[in-house]
């Protein structure tokens, strides 16, 4: 389970990263050292008391990243997954020297750190590029500690996701908790491997943040269990439903985009659909 986080657990939305600031020098100004593999970095605080993790450990911190002329272009609180070292100046040197309560900032390379976190190199920066990162410890869980946390927190989510929206939701086994808002009794139930066409389709996130959002003139076709969707929990929640029925769905992560998200969506994030199934066609014998 471990492995399945190393590319997730870091998120940067490229979408994110055209929005600069200017902060001249602010990345070069500062006195840093240098370890024999080439991280450069400084320390604004050390807390000389803390504990430091191991590999495999998550990294939870406040982040300010800079391009190589040293313009902001993101800060956000991300999740970091440390591993081994994997190449000269790896950021990977910088977390083994991290400890909760400590700040400080390290440059590399940016070109080689994309490729550790399985992104692409955004385009303001070249290959040689240097990469300025102030970081902000906030903490350092083992991966164990960490689940229980974040499904607490999602858990914790929920609830006051429905009670803000006065929900009457049926809770799933699976964890999914879904709502049928305009129930067919009388139609067809939906099982795994029929055909579907779902319309007026609405993804968001428990916080309320759009993904996507259609019309009643989109129609998505789909097989439903088809291992290629995703979102197992799309598949799970049409199961529960019959043809002509609209639903409202909160789907948990492990139901969703799970630990490693997608390039629209954050690892750990919560899920809420709401669809109209529109045509069902069910499966055959010879099928």
């Known amino acids: 389970m471990v492995g399945s986080m190393k590319k997730g657990l870091l998120f940067i939305p490229i979408v994110l990263v055209l929005l600069f600031s200017k902060c001249k020098n602010e990345g070069t100004d500062y006195e840093y050292k240098t370890t024999p593999n080439g991280l450069k970095y400084h320390f604004f605080h050390e807390n000389r008391n803390g504990q430091p993790g191991n ?23 991300v999740r970091f997954l440390r591993t081994d070292v994997n190449y000269k100046g790896d950021f990977q040197e910088g977390l083994a020297m991290l400890k909760v309560g400590d700040s ?22 070249k290959s040689g590029d240097l990469l300025t990162l102030k970081v902000g410890m906030v903490s350092i869980l083992d991966p164990a500690t960490f689940r229980i946390q974040m499904y607490e927190k999602e858990i914790t989510g929920i609830n006051e996701f429905i009670r803000r929206k006065n ?71 049409l199961t529960f439903m019959r043809n002509g029925e609209s639903v409202r769905t909160i789907l948990p992560y492990s139901q969703a985009f799970g630990e490693e998200g997608n390039a629209w969506v954050e690892p750990f994030t919560t899920i809420c659909i709401e669809f109209k199934v529109a045509g069902l066609r069910k499966k055959t014998n010879l099928e």
């Open 55 to 77: 590999i495999n450990d998550i990294y939870t911190f406040n982040a300010t990243f800079y391009t190589a002329n040293d313009s902001v272009y993101l800060q956000k609180e």
């Open 104 to 125: 400080a900032v390290f440059r590399f390379a940016a070109d080689t750190f994309y490729m550790s976190i399985g992104q692409k190199l955004p385009a303001f920066f």
């Open 167 to 237: 929900w009457n939701v049926i809770l799933d086994s699976t964890g999914i908790r879904y709502e049928i808002t305009d129930p067919k009794p009388d139609e067809l139930q939906i099982q795994k491997g029929d055909t579907v066409d779902l319309t007026s389709i609405f993804w968001y996130t428990i916080e309320e943040k759009i993904i996507t959002k259609g019309n009643d003139k989109d129609l998505w076709t789909i097989v439903v269990g088809d291992p290629k969707l995703q979102t197992e929990g799309l598949s799970q929640t």
